[in-house]
């Protein structure tokens, strides 16, 4: 689990958009697709819907922008090694494609 604080914006911003929600202060959890909330990062022990900063693919623990996203506490339980996250690989193709 990547704690640090300066890795907030950056899960923030790799978590999927919701259409017609201000992806300012809500996102999609990549594991469950239901609602995250901006205001309820790191409420863990107090509300399972809150969320952290969490690795995407969890084999390999670096804590590199890209690598990063925020998922809901009592998701992260379940949370599969390697998420697959469709933001995340439209992102990583548009910078390939700049190269
Ligand atoms: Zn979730």
Known sequence: ?????EH???AWDN??????????KTRK?????QELHRYE??????NPMG????????KQRDDTPSNLVA???K?????PKLLFCDHITQKIDDANAKK
């Open 71 to 73: 998922v809901h506490h």
């Open 15 to 24: 978590a999927p958009t919701i259409e017609g929600k201000d992806p300012n």
């Open 41 to 46: 990062y790191c409420q863990n022990g107090k």
């Open 51 to 58: 969320w952290d900063v969490e690795h995407i693919n969890g």
């Open 8 to 10: 907030y914006t950056e």
């Open 29 to 33: 959890c990549p594991v469950c697709g």
């Open 75 to 79: 998701c992260n339980e379940t949370k």
């Open 1 to 5: 689990m990547a704690k640090n604080m």
